[in-house]
């Protein structure tokens, strides 16, 4: 009787902890598809995932692009660097092979194309690399997309996060850090800014972080975390959202 109980106990107590943190797709599922692809993105939602993060730079002809690093050597083989190369160029890439051959031919996408497929009910995360210079495009492809109320922003330089503030006031914007002492300066402005919280590198998620932030009515956000203890951890400290590349998989985990 007391076994069953305490079963009981653990799933009532533990169910409702779970049921409140979401699970942001790193790059998509990029455990299992080429990061910051079409397929990656697809795979993200299709795995349960309530939002799928992409970063983006812009390019000369002021197209906005789906890729984490300044030049394309990593994910291509061939080296460009993306804000000095027109995105016709760019397109003609194969950005999906370094990570397997059933994933030859995808292309390094327009965030038009990520915006496009959302899901009902899901968000995209859109990870700002660049200063507010990428701003106007940007603006221009979201509001374009009919996917506004979907779309979530991150960045880690200040101007550009209060540039996604101004242009987007209805949407949920997070300064990113990975810097203790960063944080501990500017969690505060982060709040008379307006931002809707702060998304931090998952090793800065302490209980007094947590308290902080909820002084100051900011939500916590956390990257990346593969790991299911970690993950616990994080959930059990209150954070919102954990970024991972494994979404599917580490929700069963925790389940």
Not at 32 to 47: F, M, Q, S
Not at 189 to 212: F, H, Q, R, W, Y
Request: charged share 25%; glycine share 6%.
């Amino acid at each position: 009787m007391k076994t069953t109980f305490l079963l009981f106990f653990l799933i009532a107590t533990s169910f409702p902890l779970l049921a409140q943190v979401e699970f942001v797709a790193h790059r998509g599922a990029s455990y299992l598809a080429p990061e910051n692809t079409i397929a990656a993105a697809k795979l993200g939602w299709e795995l349960g995932a309530e939002g799928v993060e992409i970063d983006v730079y812009l390019t000369p002809n002021q197209r906005v692009v789906a890729i984490h690093d300044k030049t394309t050597k990593r994910t291509t083989g061939v080296d460009l660097v993306v804000s000095e190369t027109k995105s016709k160029k760019l397109r003609k890439l194969d950005a999906g092979t370094w990570k397997d051959e059933k994933f030859a031919g995808e292309k390094i996408p327009f965030v038009e194309e990520v915006l496009k497929i959302i899901p009902e009910g899901r968000y995209l995360v859109i990870e700002i690399k660049t200063g507010p210079e990428i701003m106007p495009a940007l603006e221009k492809a979201i509001k374009k997309s009919g996917k506004v109320k979907q779309v979530k922003f991150i960045a880690f330089n200040w101007k550009t996060i209060l540039s996604s503030k101004k242009l987007f006031p209805d949407n949920d914007c997070y300064w990113l850090t990975s810097s203790a002492k960063a944080l501990d300066s500017k969690i505060k402005e982060c709040a008379s800014a307006g931002l809707e919280g702060i998304d931090v590198n998952a090793k800065l998620v302490t209980a007094d972080i947590m308290n902080k932030a909820k002084e100051l009515g900011l939500d916590v956000w956390c990257w990346t975390v593969d790991n299911p203890e970690e993950a616990k951890r994080v959930a059990d400290l209150g954070v919102s959202a954990i970024t991972t590349n494994r979404p599917g998989w580490l929700r069963e985990q925790l389940q």
